[in-house]
Nanobody
Framework: QVQLVESGGGLVQPGGSLRLSCAAS????????MGWFRQAPGNEREFVSG????????RYADSLKGRSTISRDNAKNTLYLQMDSLKPEDTAVYYC?????????????????WGQGTQVTVSS
């Protein structure tokens, strides 16, 4: 069982930056492939970025590629998402998710554990 708690969301102006964090419970955090997803009102949940347990493998959706960096600190059981040059269309609830696998996937149904989400609003 893994419990995930996101933080770091908020209101930011276009062009601004945010760093999201996801704190995970448990002693085997490094065994989990982790992902960030987002969901805007009326839209399906979409993949943003993912990282393998070791941190050596990463993947980004085209929507945030070049404007975001995913990382993890396995000693602190924490996942991060640095987002820069934010746009109004990045407004959404951002979720972190975990799956007990070495395979990095963008499919949300393949992730077992989910956080409660953190709201990101990009607006002037």
């Amino acid at each position: 069982q893994v419990q995930l708690v996101e933080s770091g969301g908020g209101l930011v102006q276009p062009g601004g930056s945010l760093r999201l964090s996801c704190a995970a419970s448990g002693r085997t955090f490094s065994s989990y492939t982790m992902g960030w997803f987002r969901q805007a009102p009326g839209n399906e949940r979409e993949f943003v970025s993912g990282i393998t347990g070791s941190g050596r493998g990463t993947r980004y959706a085209d929507s945030l590629k070049g404007r975001s960096t995913i990382s993890r600190d396995n000693a602190k059981n924490t996942l991060y998402l640095q987002m820069d040059s934010l746009k109004p269309e990045d407004t959404a609830v951002y979720y972190c998710a975990a799956r007990l696998s070495t395979v990095l996937t963008a499919t949300p149904q393949l992730y077992t554990y989910w956080g409660q989400g953190t709201q990101v609003t990009v607006s002037s």
